[in-house]
Structures are given as C-alpha cells and as structure tokens.
C-alpha cells in the first residue's frame, strides 16, 4: 500500500474518532440563528408577540451548551450528543461538585483546547429549581417565571443573566468540538429583554 493511501486512510479514521469523540449531532438540524425582537413587531397582539419572542429564545435554553448544565438530575452532561459526563461527578452541596471531586479540579479559567477542556472560573451546574433538562419550551417559561419553582427569581433577572453574564456567555464560545449556541449572547440578551417588556408572556406549548 501506498504511503499516500495509508497516510489517507489514518486522516479518515482520526476524523471519524474525533466525531465520536466530540459527540457532533450533525444528524439533527439546529437553527444557528436568532431572530431580532423587531422582527415580531408584525404580530400585534402583545402577549402573542411576547410569547413567540420567547419560542424564539428557546433555541437557546433548550441547546446542548445551556441543557447539560441545567441537568434534571445532580449530574452534568456533555458533547452536543448530551452524554453523561465522564468522568462520573455530582452536583455537591452548592453546585460545584463534592468535596472530593470539585469542578474546579479539572475546569479551569478558560477552555483548554488541547485536551478539549471547557472552562471558566466559575465553572458550576445550574442550580435546581433552574433544572429544564427534557422540558418543553412552554414549561421552561412556566417554571422560571414562577418564584416558587425558580428561587425566588424575578423574570427582569434573566435580563443581565442571559445577555450579560460570562459563564452563560461560555455558551456562544465553547471550544474546540462543541457547537456553539444559536446567534449570540447580545442577539440572545435582547430577545429576553423584549420579552420581559411585553410582559413575560409563555407559549402554550
């Protein structure tokens, strides 16, 4: 066998692992984009607008880089595939993992391509009463526009949370092998403050 046949034969299957690897869902078709708040001035009822302003965000909140750290259970995923995040570790007492296996320990300030490392320096799971992991969009809105099912939370906190924090903002840049979440965290923060200003309305489903 040719050098050059073999040298293509090792490309194609360092390709094919480092698919695996990653977890790419290329076999799901994902919206990449966000629509602007002004593109729903056409609908002029305002809790309809304010409603379909949100379906808009849930590309987002409803993505692989917001969902895995927003688990239904005390444990991460991870990869666009949404795996059980190896090695095995829990959520702890305030999220940042168990005394013995803290997020911290292998997350750092900043993402580690190398070694296809996510990072930030506040490196933690959502907290549980923001859960939505396998929710519908319309009971994500239910349950964060709720205090009593999202800690007490006002909706006008998601303004800075979504548009402005740098760990949700850790979404539109997570490095090497992960897609990045739809539009941009400013596209993102300006649906969700839209919404707010309508009135924080849900889809019906």
């Known amino acids: 066998m040719k050098s050059e046949t073999r040298f293509q034969i090792l490309v194609s299957v360092a390709a094919i692992g480092l698919s695996m690897l990653t977890g790419y869902a290329a076999s799901q078709p994902v919206s990449h ?8 001035a ?3 009822d305002t809790a309809a607008r304010s409603a379909a302003m949100f379906t808009e965000l849930g590309k987002v909140l409803t993505h692989p880089r917001c969902t895995n750290c927003h688990p239904a259970g005390d444990h991460p995923h991870q990869t666009d595939a949404s795996r059980l995040h190896q ?7 305030d999220g940042h993992g168990t005394e013995t296996m803290r997020c911290s320990i292998c997350h750092g300030n900043a993402n580690f391509d190398p070694g296809r490392m996510p990072g930030h320096p506040e490196w ?3 907290p549980r009463e923001m859960a939505w992991e396998g929710k519908t969009i319309a009971e994500i809105c239910a349950q964060i526009t709720d205090p009593a099912r999202n800690g007490g939370r006002k909706v006008e906190d998601l303004i800075h949370h979504i548009g402005a924090d740098t760990l949700v903002g850790w979404a ?4 090497f092998g992960r897609s990045p979440a739809p539009g941009t965290q ?3 923060g300006a649906l969700v ?4 200003k309508t009135g924080a309305a849900c889809p019906a489903k």
């Open 33 to 40: 984009t966000l629509a602007s708040p002004e593109s729903f």
């Open 124 to 126: 933690h799971l959502a």
């Open 42 to 44: 056409g609908i002029a």
């Open 193 to 196: 403050e839209a919404w707010v």
């Open 186 to 188: 400013k596209e993102a």
């Open 87 to 93: 090695p095995p570790v829990a959520r702890g007492p």
């Open 172 to 175: 539109w840049h997570p490095g």
